[in-house]
């Protein structure tokens, strides 16, 4: 135990001090404390990126599906999140460019200066708190199943010793601290992701049997659509999609486009996170369904306990402490960023309604963070619903936002009725499907919302500015239709049903996936090359 105590707390006090020798001025100013005076470069901006999108989701609730729904649960985050890096070329180039010209430092900013509306930026912001809190309180739930099974410490009180350090350091540092924070942290999880799986590995005596293991017992595992059941191509469509409109709303995402320091270090991020959203998600999902063997019986929430259930079983004191880092390093890695980023919509979107004074990045934001941390910590006392559950209705929430964003960034004349109804009736559908006073048939709900918030923004935009719609040059690019089908070939519904044919005792079809993520990184580099060469706006 003294062993495992010590090997955490180290982890701790690391965090503590990169946070201090990256800190910013207690007196910074707005974009150094929220932006880090947009200096991001290329290696920095892909760890912070990845890092903060990272969570406790991927470590926990990936691999609690992994042991529910088996191999299934790969390719849609593998391939499905690696995907969504399209989007950092997308918005990201054009976000960036009316950042710096126009100062701007939020989400909600960027709408108020396209659309000139209060309104419609306040409803934005309002979207990105209600919706980033239950999504902030699956980091310190995933970090009570950790410390709990590591050591003991009862589940609660761990949810409290992980937010208070990442309160210590994420108020004192900033985006820079946090940044850095992030590039550790990032690194930190995939290397013990790795470990983690070869220790599992190893102790059942090699990939190949170990799955073969697993085969004989649950074969569901090996083929779509998965141990529950669950799977299937409409589910499967509905999860490619929400990753793809949700993830670049994500308000702490979103804000990185800003920092970053040049198109080019946005245009690497682009290209190297297919790669490592590949190697981050395998090992997680791997975990979770080998540790049937060692637990066969885990049901419902359970199962997000899967990882340090197992780590912690069959290694010493000392290696299970460094596994059970690689979560909490996930998991802080998004909460941190997720403060900050709130903490910068609260001071500049909202706080000026009620003191008109200038915003800023003092006092009120810092009190801001604390209270949505013990927001987290509330709805993290009883979860009330698994890991993937609740990350799924609120990045559904996030994704209504997706409409509004790109044809402000693309449209030539823009007007906010449209985007305030778009919101609203995505939202409100939302709600009616949450309370099932509306079934979603065989697709999830987000698949239905979004036609709908796409469609009311378009038939409000031609009505109100009576013109027609104007389609964005990106549309007609040969590479958005490369991509476009890179995307349709992930919907392989002739391979459902299938297990075989095997390779290391995992289906074939997982390579399949990871040849598409290649695929897509080609395109991508052509795309990226082009547009930097001719200075078109793609």
Known sequence: MAVKIAVLSGYFIVMLIIGMIARTRWKSTPESYFLADRRLGPIVLLGTMAATNFSAFTVFGTS?????DGYAFFPIMGFGTGFMAITFWLLGRRVWELGKTRGLITPSELV????GSRLLSVLF???LIVFTIPYLALQPMAAGYALEALVGLPYFQGCLLVTGVILLYTLRGGMRAVAWTDVFQGGLMVVLLVVSLVLVVTHHGGLAAANRKVLAACPA???RPGGLNYYTPAIWFSYMLLWFFCDPMFPQLFQ???AA???????????WYPLVCTVVFFPPVAIGILGRLSFPFLAGKEADRILP???TQISGEAMAALVITAGLAALMSTMDSQLLTLSSIFTRDIQPLVSRREASGGVAGRLFVIFLSLCGLALAYKPPATILQIATETFTGLAVLFPTVVFSLYLKRVHPAPAIASILTGESLLVAFHFQWIPSGSFLPVVWILLAAFGVYLVLHGLVLRQPFSVPVWLRDPYFWMLASVFALAMDFWAWGRIGPLVLGMPAWIGYFAMLSILQTAVMWLWAKDTAKDGEKS
């Open 309 to 311: 259930m197992v780590i």
């Open 221 to 223: 595992l090996f083929s």
């Open 64 to 68: 609690g599906a992994g042991y529910r």
């Open 125 to 127: 912001a309002c979207v």
């Open 261 to 271: 320091r040049n198109p080019r270090s946005l245009r690497g991020t682009m290209l």
């Open 112 to 115: 108020r200066s396209i659309y």
């Open 256 to 258: 990185r486009f800003f």
